[in-house]
């Protein structure tokens, strides 16, 4: 039991899972979310609805896990907000660039408030359980304040140094190699098709060999059997985190080739009426190139 | 104990743990290479040294181990070879084109001698335990022979169909995965590492993570530590399977942007003089790219 008090602000899929998890750990919440049936949903478990965002920023501690960029500038880098917050610690736990993450820190610095950036890895159902991995950097005292609460919400919590925006390059590292991977798998299985192999016994033995995990297995299987709904993690998402991506590799002049096929491919499913499918179906792009059948 | 009688052609590195496997299986080994020492050594341990290469083709079962197309077009697709052979079946295990396949198994069937291609996956190491990973397919008769000596090479044959070039095909799409993975992670821990990530950390989330495996951990290792020596699979070799899947694509209009951007980086590696470096040298490309120190 931790027993902190704790503003959540975003009770989207992933929040709603983890804000439980703090709860089942103990800590008393105020939850805040821009549509209200989610902050029923987490009433009924015992969490209380916070009236105003300012709030929120009154707990010993705020975690927020919006939906991107835009959200976390609009809702919480609000200097008016912050100026007026209690809150010792912010952990930041969504994917957001290098860029915001720096001036998130900037900002909580002046306003004396220790930030955090701890995006996660796994889904909605790995969040409910408490099970998530999670990638994490900032000062060490604003870390300390945090660990009990990653602990709660994760099983792991991997440590990537003092500034807050190592997190984020870390985590948009992970989420560019499943792309990588998705495209990688979507290229060997159409040209191995062609040449008369079954793509369902390819991916079968690349898992049993070589790439075994969770990304070859189910990924894998999406793109052998052309399987894009329903939609863990929609495609505009998967394009978004590439451009996370080559926006940290301009900033910093590193090209990256296959972050840069990835793109165009993405786009390239979009203009096709994809944006609602899951970001495997960039697969379809592959094929369709290829002049293959859907 | 399988106690065929086997001819063996090629001992590189992974010709010689092969074939002692087969000794090891009970069976009678009459061996042939380019060059004399790796016949004592086989020798040595029980095979017979063939007179000629025509001797081979005596055995009741043929198993070749040879570097790339190049080498079984000179030594063992020649019309005078088979007319005399008294095998039953050839199993050829290198890591070869489609077409070259296709020409073979037309060859052969040709000769009355039942084809079967079986490229495989593993180090020298994994060779000499019999531990391979074996890709196979051909006609079901000639698999039926040739199952006991697969079996006493590997430790799982996965079976891609009747026809030869189905096998290679897998085989190409295994090692244009690997040599995508490298790529990635190239990119990855280059742009992590300007934001300020240490690439192990990295790689070490990763692999904890959704990515376990000996490709994302070994290969990623050598990433993340700039370390391409020794060479455990060499740049050149790397270059050619990667020539291999855009040959495969190209004979079918599969478009392959990953393997493009691989050719080019492959190339840039060899310009820069990393010819005799492990693969995963590659990755210094995506650094020089980005101006980093190697």
């Avoid at 804000?19 to 049936?37: C, I, M, Q, T």
């Avoid at 306003?111 to 994490?136: D, F, M, S, T």
């Avoid at 296959?258 to 899951?278: E, I, N, P």
Wanted: glycine fraction near 10%; include cysteine.
């Amino acid at each position: 039991m931790t027993g902190m008090t704790v503003g959540f602000v975003g009770l989207g899929a992933m929040g709603q899972g983890m804000a439980a998890s703090l709860l089942r750990a103990g800590n008393r919440l105020l939850v805040w979310n821009r549509s209200p049936e989610p902050v029923a949903a987490l009433v009924a478990q015992g969490a209380d609805a916070a009236g105003r965002l300012a709030d929120v920023f009154a707990a010993e501690a705020v975690v927020s896990m919006l939906a991107d960029d835009q959200a976390v500038e609009q809702l919480l880098l609000d200097p008016e907000l912050l100026v007026g917050a209690k809150a010792a610690v912010h952990l930041n736990m969504a994917t957001v660039s290098i860029a915001l993450a720096e001036q998130a820190e900037a900002l909580h610095t002046e306003h004396g408030i220790g930030y955090v950036a701890a995006p996660v890895l796994g889904r909605p159902q790995v969040a409910a359980a408490g099970e998530l991995n999670i990638l994490a950097a900032g000062e060490e005292t604003a870390l300390t304040k945090a660990a009990p609460l990653l602990s709660a919400m994760g099983r792991h919590t991997w440590h990537f140094g003092t500034r807050p925006h190592h997190a984020n390059a870390a985590k948009i590292s992970v989420n560019f190699l499943i792309a990588s991977a998705i495209e990688s798998m979507a290229e060997a299985c159409s040209v191995a098709e062609t040449h008369g192999v079954r793509p369902t016994d390819l991916v079968e033995m690349l898992t049993g060999t070589l790439f075994p995990g969770p990304i070859y297995a189910g990924y894998g299987a999406m793109v052998a059997e052309r399987r894009y709904e329903p939609a863990g993690f929609r495609l505009p998402l998967g394009l978004k985190d590439v451009n996370l991506a080559l926006t940290a590799g301009a900033a910093t002049n590193v090209p990256l080739p296959f972050a840069s096929v990835l793109r165009d491919a993405f786009l390239d499913a979009l203009a096709h009426g994809d944006g609602d499918k899951d970001w495997a179906a960039v697969a379809a792009v592959t094929r369709r190139r290829a002049g293959l059948p859907r």
